[in-house]
Nanobody, 114 residues
């Protein structure tokens, strides 16, 4: 059973920064991809950022230039650095990891005040 433990969410003012962490219970090289989705109230869950096993990254258009996804293989952890946060970034952020299955973290709340 894979466990993904997220941390780093919280309340921040617009223009501020947060860094989310997602620690996996096994070697992250074994996953095809890891990343983050988010879900705001009343909205569908949407992909925010993805990092492949080879290190390639993809960012959703609304966060390009503001968010960065990275990983620390030694710590089996993926990070989402979020800068220049906007109120519309407010959501629950979910870490995911995929091989032949998709695994999810419990979610962490990010609230950006105007």
């Amino acid at each position: 059973q894979v466990q993904l433990v997220e941390s780093g969410g919280g309340l921040v003012q617009a223009g501020g920064s947060l860094r989310l962490s997602c620690a996996a219970s096994r070697n992250i090289f074994t996953f095809n991809a890891m990343g983050w989705y988010r879900q705001a109230p009343g909205n569908q869950r949407e992909l925010v950022a993805r990092i492949g096993s080879g290190g390639s990254t993809n960012l959703a258009d609304p966060v390009k230039g503001r968010f960065t996804i990275s990983r620390d293989n030694a710590k089996n952890t993926v990070y989402l650095q979020m800068n220049s946060l906007k109120p519309e970034d407010t959501a629950v952020y979910y870490c995911f990891a995929g091989d032949s299955r998709r695994y999810w973290g419990q979610g962490t709340q990010v609230t950006v005040s105007s």
